[in-house]
C-alpha cells in the first residue's frame, strides 16, 4: 500500500492533464471515505468512474476492497516518467484543486452519543450541521427510541424537545408542536394521506431517526402547520452484517415481537438488503381497550457505479385499535374547574367494546436514486407509490342526558347549576338567569350516538432534488433546488350516525353491546360518499452561503406551492360546474447565523408555511368554506457545542402568528354525540382562527461523562386568539428531563438506571371563538365564550433499569412510576383520556 501512496505523490506533481488520466487508469481514489457501516455511496466528494472507496490511514489514499500491488518495474518506470515530466515543464505546474465536499441526502454523522445527533436533513433536504441552521431543529435517535421504550414517537420525542400531547392521545400520531396541532401522517419529507388521513401512530420498528422542525418550513413542508412538524426518516440497508431481535411484554399496551435483519449481498457490487418486521397484541388499562397489528418493511440497496445508488423501500402495516377509550366529564366542572369523570364511572369504564375500533392499513413503496452528476453536483430522484385504507365506527364515549351547557353573557363563562338565556329584541343583549339543581350521579344516564367514516387513498408521491456546491478561499456555496409533486385519488363514505342505546348509571352492569347497524352513506349527489382527486407540486431554490471561514452563514429561500382539489363524480350534482379548490402560494425562508467561536452560534430566521391545501372531507362541499391558512415565524436563538458535542444546548424564542387557522368545533361533537344532528349541522365546522404564539424554550444535552448523559428541554408560551381565548389542548409549559446512567466496573458493570420527568401546565379542553352574544351587551360590549372547563397540570415520571452484555440487552420499565391519577387528553366534555396508571414493560434484545 505504500507504493500506491508514493504513486499518487508522484502524480500530483504532474501537469494535471496528465494526472487526470493517469489517476483514471489505475483507479485512484482522491476522496475521503466512509466507515463500513455507513449506508452505501451517501453522496459525498464526487469519485471518478469505476472508484470504490474504503478505509485507509490516510483518507486521501485509495484502498480497494481487494487491494492490488503495482509491479515494481512498473512503479519505477511511472516515478521515473513523473520526474522527466516535471522537469521538462517550462512552467511552474497548476496548484493542485481543494477536494469539495459534496452535499449528501442521507446522515454519515459519527456522533459522540448515541443519543445526540449534529446533522439534520429536514431544513434543506440536505444534511447540515444543526448548529449551523438558522432554526430549531431537533433529532431523536433510534436508540433513544428503544432505550427509552417509547410507544409512539411523542414519548421520545418530549424529552428531547418541546412536544406535547394533543386532543387524541390514541389512533394516530397527533401532537403539538409550540402550541400548533399536527394531526396528519408525514414520514420520509412527505405528507402520506392528506391533512386529515392521518393513519395508525407510527411504529419506532421502521425508524432511524426523528427530525422536528420548530415553526414553518418553506422548504420540506410548505403549507404545513405554523408550527412545525415531525419528520421520521425510514431505516435503509447499510454494507455491514447485523441482526437484532426484541421481546417487548407489558402490563399495558407494549407487547411485540420485531426484529432488524441487515445482509451484505455482494460486497464487491455495493448491494446489501435490509427487513424490518413487527407483530403486536395488546390490551389496555381501560375495559375493552386493544390494539393489535403487525409491519413488515423490506429494502434493498445496489450500488449502480460509484456514482449512483439505487435503493428501494417497501413497508405494508395493519392495525386494529380500540377509538381510545373517552369518557364524559361531569356536570359539576365549570370554567374554572379541572376535569374529572363523571361520578360513577370507573376510572377504567369504557362505553365501547372490541366492535368500536379503528382500522388501518399502509402499504407504501419507494424507489430512492441518490447521485452524483460531476465535481459540483448532488441529486436525489425519489418516487414513492403508496394506498391507505382509514376505516372508523362507533365510539367509546356517552353522553348525559339532559344537561345544558350555557355561559353567563358577561363573563363567558360556564357555570355550574346556571342556566343563561339572552333577550336581544332590542338595541342591547339583556341576560337573564335560572337556578337549576344539578342532578344527583345516580340518576345520570349516558348516550352513545356515533357515526362511521371511511376513508381510502392512491397517492403518488415525486422528489428531485438538486445540490451545487462551490467553495473558494473563505467561503464556501451550497444551493439546493428541485421539486415536488403529489397526486392523490380519495374515496369518503360517512355513514349517518346511529344510537347505540343509553346506559343508566346505575345499572352499568347491565351494559350491552349490540352490534352497530349503520344505514349506507347517501348516494354521491347528497355529499356524504364522495370521491375526489387532489394534485400538488412544488418548485422550490434555496442558498446556503458560508463567509468568512465559516464565521458568518447567510441561507435563504423561496419556496412555490400549487394545488387543486376537485371532486371526481359529479354526475347529477348542482351548481354545475362542480366548486373546486385552487391554491397557489409562495412561502419564503431567510436567515443568518453568526459564529463567534466554532462552539457558539447565534441566529435569526424568518419562515412562512404558505397556504395550506384543503384535507380531502372539503372535496365537494356545495358551498365552500375552506380558507387557505398561512403562517409566519420570526426566530431568534443561540446555539452551542462544547467538548467534542458532548455538551450542546439551544435557546430559542420564537413569535408565531396564523390566520385561518382550521381547528374542530367542539359544540359540533358535543351535538353529534348528544344525537342533535340538525343542531350540529347548524354549526360552522371547522372553526377558522387567527392566532399568535410567542415565547421561548430551551433544550439540552450533557454526556459528563462515559457512564452519564442528561438530556432536557423547557418552554414557555402563550398560543391565544386575537379576544384572548385559548386553544384547547395547550399547555403554556412544558419540560422534560432524562438521566441515564451505566455502570462500566466493579460488580454492578453492564447495569444502569435512567429516569425521565414529563410536565405539563393545565390547558383548556374546548375551541370557542364566538361572542357571548350577537347584539353588544349595555356599555356596548361584546363578551368572547370561554372554554366550558380545563385540565389540570400532571407531572409524569417513569424509572428504567437495564442490563447489557456483549450481545443481549434486557430492560425494564415503570411508567408512571408513581402512579399519578391524571387525564391524559380528550375532545370536548364527552369525551375525556384517562392516564395509565403504573405500567411495567419489559423487553430483551439480542444483537449480532
Given amino acids: 500500500m505504500r507504493v500506491l501512496c508514493n504513486f499518487r505523490s508522484a502524480v500530483d506533481t504532474l ?8 489517476s483514471k487508469h489505475h483507479r ?72 469539495i465536499t459534496l452535499p449528501t441526502f442521507t446522515i454519515t454523522e459519527e456522533p459522540v452519543n448515541p443519543y445526540v445527533s449534529k446533522q439534520a436533513l429536514s431544513s434543506s433536504r440536505v444534511a447540515m450541521d444543526i448548529q449551523d441552521i438558522p432554526q430549531t431543529i431537533s433529532v431523536v435517535t433510534a436508540d433513544f427510541m428503544q432505550d427509552s421504550m417509547s410507544f409512539r414517537m411523542l414519548d421520545a420525542a418530549k424529552y428531547v424537545t418541546p412536544v406535547t400531547e394533543s386532543t387524541l392521545p390514541t389512533g394516530g400520531d397527533r401532537y403539538t408542536i409550540r402550541g400548533f396541532q399536527v394531526s396528519h401522517e ?138 381510545g377509550v373517552f369518557l364524559p366529564i361531569d356536570p359539576s366542572v365549570g370554567s374554572d374547574d379541572y376535569a374529572i369523570i363523571a361520578k360513577g364511572l370507573p376510572r377504567d369504564w369504557s362505553f365501547g367494546n372490541e366492535s368500536d375500533r379503528r382500522d388501518r392499513e399502509t402499504e407504501r413503496l419507494t424507489m430512492e436514486l441518490l447521485s452524483e452528476l460531476g465535481e459540483h453536483v448532488s441529486s436525489r430522484l425519489q418516487l414513492t407509490g403508496n394506498h391507505v385504507v382509514r376505516e372508523d365506527q362507533g365510539t367509546t364515549s356517552g353522553s348525559i342526558a339532559g344537561i345544558t351547557i350555557t355561559r353567563n353573557p358577561t363573563t363567558g363563562k360556564y357555570e355550574p347549576g346556571k342556566v343563561w338565556s339572552v333577550d336581544q329584541t332590542g338595541a342591547v343583549a339583556i341576560p337573564s338567569v335560572t337556578n337549576v339543581a ?44 428541485g421539486l415536488a409533486a403529489n397526486a392523490v385519488k380519495t374515496h369518503w363514505k360517512s355513514f349517518p350516525a346511529y344510537n347505540r342505546g343509553n346506559v343508566a348509571n346505575n345499572n352499568l352492569a347491565g351494559i350491552t353491546y349490540p352490534d352497530w347497524s349503520f344505514a349506507q352513506p347517501s348516494v354521491p349527489a347528497n355529499g356524504q360518499n364522495r370521491k375526489a ?40 350534482i348542482q351548481p354545475t360546474p362542480f366548486p373546486s379548490y385552487s391554491l397557489a402560494d409562495t412561502a419564503k425562508s431567510y436567515g443568518v447565523v453568526v459564529k463567534p467561536t466554532k462552539e457558539i452560534s447565534l441566529f435569526y430566521s424568518h419562515n412562512t408555511s404558505g397556504g395550506t391545501m384543503p384535507g380531502s372531507l372539503s372535496a365537494g362541499n356545495v358551498a365552500p368554506t375552506f380558507r387557505a391558512s398561512v403562517g409566519d415565524q420570526d426566530e431568534y436563538g443561540i446555539k452551542t457545542s462544547f467538548l467534542d458535542g458532548k455538551l450542546t444546548a439551544s435557546f430559542a424564542w420564537f413569535d408565531i402568528t396564523s390566520s385561518n387557522y382550521a381547528v374542530p368545533n367542539s359544540e359540533y361533537y358535543v351535538l353529534i354525540a348528544q344525537g342533535n344532528l340538525a343542531a350540529a349541522n347548524a354549526l360552522q365546522n371547522p372553526l377558522y382562527l387567527d392566532l399568535t404564539s410567542k415565547g421561548w424554550e430551551f433544550e439540552g444535552s450533557y454526556t459528563a461523562t462515559k457512564n452519564l448523559t442528561l438530556i432536557g428541554n423547557y418552554t414557555d408560551y402563550k398560543m391565544r386568539q386575537p379576544t384572548g381565548v385559548r386553544l384547547r389542548g395547550v399547555s403554556d409549559t412544558s419540560y422534560g428531563f432524562y ?106 434484545t439480542y444483537k449480532h
Fill in 15 to 22: 501537469p494535471r492533464p496528465v494526472a487526470r488520466q493517469l
Fill in 28 to 99: 485512484l481514489c482522491p476522496y475521503p471515505t466512509t466507515p463500513p457501516d455507513r449506508p452505501l455511496a451517501a453522496p459525498r466528494a464526487v469519485r471518478a468512474p469505476g472508484i470504490r472507496c474504503g478505509q485507509h490511514s490516510n483518507p486521501n489514499h485509495m484502498n480497494p476492497t481487494k487491494p492490488r500491488l503495482l509491479p515494481r518495474a512498473t512503479v519505477a518506470a511511472l516515478l521515473l516518467s513523473s520526474a522527466v515530466l516535471a522537469s521538462a515543464q517550462t512552467t511552474a505546474p497548476e496548484k493542485k484543486e481543494d477536494v
Fill in 186 to 323: 408525514f414520514v420520509d419529507g412527505m405528507e402520506i394521506s392528506g391533512a386529515d388521513g392521518y393513519s395508525a401512530s407510527m411504529m419506532s420498528y421502521n425508524i432511524e431517526r426523528i427530525e422536528v422542525i420548530k415553526g414553518p418550513n418553506a422548504i420540506l413542508v410548505p403549507g404545513g402547520a405554523a408550527g412545525g412538524q415531525m419528520n421520521p426518516i425510514t431505516k435503509s440497508p447499510i454494507m455491514k452484517d447485523q441482526a437484532s431481535y426484541t421481546l417487548e411484554l407489558a402490563q399495558y399496551k407494549g407487547n411485540a415481537f420485531s426484529f432488524d435483519v441487515n445482509r451484505v449481498v455482494s460486497a464487491d457490487k455495493g448491494i446489501a438488503a435490509r427487513v424490518v418486521g413487527a407483530v403486536w397484541k395488546n390490551d389496555g388499562y381501560s375495559k375493552n381497550y386493544f390494539r393489535d397489528g403487525f409491519m413488515l418493511a423490506p429494502s434493498i440497496s445496489i450500488q449502480l457505479s460509484p456514482a449512483h445508488k439505487l435503493t428501494f423501500k417497501g413497508e405494508m402495516m395493519r392495525n386494529q385499535e380500540t377509538n
Fill in 438 to 481: 344539578l342532578p344527583d350521579p345516580s340518576t345520570y344516564v349516558y348516550g352513545r350516538t356515533a357515526g362511521s367514516d371511511h376513508l381510502y387513498y392512491n397517492e403518488l408521491h415525486l422528489r428531485n432534488d438538486y445540490a451545487i456546491k462551490f467553495e473558494g478561499e473563505g467561503w464556501k456555496s451550497t444551493t439546493i433546488t
Fill in 533 to 572: 382527486k387532489q394534485h400538488d407540486y412544488q418548485f422550490f431554490v434555496f442558498e446556503n452561503l458560508s463567509l468568512l471561514q465559516d464565521k458568518l452563514i447567510v441561507s435563504g429561500g423561496v419556496s412555490r406551492f400549487q394545488g387543486e382539489l376537485t371532486r371526481v363524480d359529479t354526475t347529477g
Fill in 739 to 844: 438521566a441515564d446512567y451505566r455502570f462500566s466496573e466493579g460488580s454492578l458493570a453492564g447495569f444502569g438506571v435512567n429516569v425521565g420527568v414529563d410536565y405539563r401546565s393545565d390547558l383548556v379542553g374546548e375551541n370557542v371563538n364566538a361572542f357571548t352574544t350577537t347584539k353588544p351587551l349595555a356599555g356596548g360590549v361584546l363578551v368572547p365564550q370561554q372554554p366550558s372547563f380545563k385540565i389540570a397540570p400532571r407531572t409524569i415520571v417513569n424509572l428504567g433499569f437495564t442490563y447489557r452484555a456483549k450481545d443481549w440487552t434486557a430492560r425494564l420499565q415503570v411508567n408512571n412510576a408513581l402512579d399519578k391519577d391524571y387525564i391524559l387528553g380528550g375532545i370536548n366534555r364527552n369525551s375525556m383520556m384517562v392516564g395509565d396508571p403504573v405500567n411495567l414493560k419489559f423487553s430483551v
